[in-house]
C-alpha cells in the first residue's frame, strides 16, 4: 500500500486503517468483528465512495460533513447487523484531508479484497479458523441512545479540534477506538490502562519512524512503514494482546 502510493505519487491510497484489519482478519485468530468477508467489502466500498461523495457535493462545513458521515456508517452498521467499526474511518478520513480523487475509494476496494483473499487462503491452509458470522441483535432503543451519544461526543470533540485547529485530536483511527470501547465485549474493555499505553507506544512508534526515517534519512516510505509495523507486532506478541486499531494509528504519520 505505501510502496504503490509512493511509487504512483497518489497519497491516497494509503488508508491507515486497512493496517487494522489486516491485524484482525489474519492476526488474531480469533472473531474481532461480526462480520463476513462480503459485507466487509459492501462496508468498505460503501462508506469510502460515500466520503469522496460529501466531500464533492455536501453544502455543510466540515462539522456538519463529520455529523452526515458519522451518521451514515452508524445506520449502515445497524442494518447491516454487523460490527465492522473500521467502515467509520473509511468515511470520515477523506472528509478530514478534503480528499475527493476516486483513487482513494479504489484502493480501498482493491485493499479490501486483498484482505479478505488473504484470509480465505489462511482458511484454507489452516493456518487461521474459519470463524462463522453471527448477525448482531438489534435493540432498538438502547441501539438509537448509544449512537445519539456517540454522535453527540464525537461532535463535541470535532467541534474542540475546528475551532482550536488541531484536527489530529480526531483522526479516524481514534474515532474508531472510542467506538469499539463503548460498542464492544471484548476482554481489551478490561484493560484500558494497557490498551492506551499501546495506542501510545504506536502513535509515537510512527511518528518517531516518519521523522527520522523520511524527514531527517530521506528513506523510502515502505521501508518506514516496515520500521513501524514489525516493531508494533512484536509488542503485540511479547504483550500476547493485539489491539487492531493500533496499526492504524502507526501508520497515521505517513499520511500526514
Not at 22 to 37: E, F, L, Q
Not at 114 to 126: D, P, V
Amino acid at each position: 500500500m505505501v510502496g504503490c502510493a509512493e511509487g504512483l505519487a497518489e497519497r491516497e491510497i494509503i488508508f491507515p486503517e486497512m493496517a487494522a484489519l489486516a491485524i484482525g482478519m489474519w492476526v488474531v485468530d480469533k472473531r474481532v468483528w461480526h462480520c463476513n468477508k462480503w459485507k466487509m467489502l459492501l462496508a468498505m466500498s460503501l462508506c469510502s465512495v460515500t466520503g469522496v461523495l460529501i466531500v464533492r457535493y455536501s453544502p455543510f462545513p466540515l462539522l456538519g460533513n463529520i455529523a452526515l458521515a458519522f451518521s451514515f456508517a452508524a445506520i449502515h452498521l445497524t442494518l447491516s447487523r454487523t460490527t465492522l467499526i473500521p467502515q467509520v474511518s473509511a468515511i470520515i478520513l477523506p472528509i478530514l484531508l478534503k480528499t475527493d480523487s476516486w483513487v482513494y475509494p479504489a484502493a480501498v476496494i482493491i485493499m479490501s479484497l486483498i484482505i479478505i483473499l488473504g484470509q480465505y487462503l489462511m482458511e484454507k491452509k489452516q493456518l487461521r479458523t474459519p470463524i462463522e458470522y453471527i448477525p448482531v441483535k438489534i435493540y432498538w432503543r438502547p441501539v438509537l441512545l448509544s449512537w445519539t451519544f456517540l454522535l453527540f461526543t464525537v461532535l463535541s470533540v470535532a467541534s474542540l479540534a475546528i475551532y482550536t485547529n488541531n484536527i489530529y485530536f480526531i483522526l479516524p483511527p481514534l474515532i474508531v477506538t472510542y467506538i469499539e470501547f463503548a460498542h464492544s465485549k471484548a476482554g481489551f474493555r478490561n484493560r484500558p490502562v494497557q490498551i492506551l499505553l499501546t495506542l501510545f507506544a504506536a502513535s509515537l512508534l510512527g511518528s518517531l519512524c516518519q521523522w527520522f526515517g523520511y524527514y531527517q534519512w530521506h528513506l523510502p516510505e515502505f521501508l518506514i512503514a516496515l520500521c513501524i509495523t514489525g516493531p508494533l507486532f512484536l509488542l503485540f506478541e511479547l504483550s500476547g494482546k493485539p489491539f487492531a486499531p493500533a496499526g492504524a494509528v502507526a501508520l497515521i504519520p505517513l499520511l500526514l
